[in-house]
């Protein structure tokens, strides 16, 4: 079977102040219903920072492999190319990342306009969230940066 690689040369990747080995890209945003649908690549090999889901997330892996990581760092689970995951709001924290190549995933993140994700140091201690407000913010910065361009 053939392998492809998806070419992501015309998606304007962000970065996100604190966030290594993440870029992503927020395709929509509907305050009214609570949702963001946002690509995410994560470095390969590399962990991302630790945190908990609030709200429900559906996750498609468009390219490489979705790995999950227990706290201490551990593999907890892989996900692979193609792959649609459905995830309800869970307490228990992880970290996420990619395979032997850089995975994009595409979210779609679903909630009450609270709080989405709780970001967590290494001792499990709350240090920052992420909800619809700051998911707007990053959007509107977003696209007035495309607009510039």
Known sequence: MTAYRF????????????FEHLTYSILDL??????????FKFAANRQIVLHRHKVLNKTFVVQ???RLYHPDGSLKEIRATGSYTVSPAKEEPHREGGGEIDVIVLFQIVGDGGVFYEILDDAGQIVASLGMTEF????????????AA
């Not at 509907?30 to 649908?37: C, H, I, K, M, N």
């Not at 990053?138 to 607009?147: D, N, V």
């Open 7 to 18: 070419d992501d040369r015309r998606i304007r990747w962000q970065t996100l102040a604190g």
């Open 30 to 39: 509907d305050e009214a219903r609570g949702s963001v649908d946002v690509l």
């Open 64 to 66: 490489g492999e979705h």
């Open 136 to 147: 707007a913010e990053l959007y509107r910065a977003q696209c007035a940066a495309a607009a």
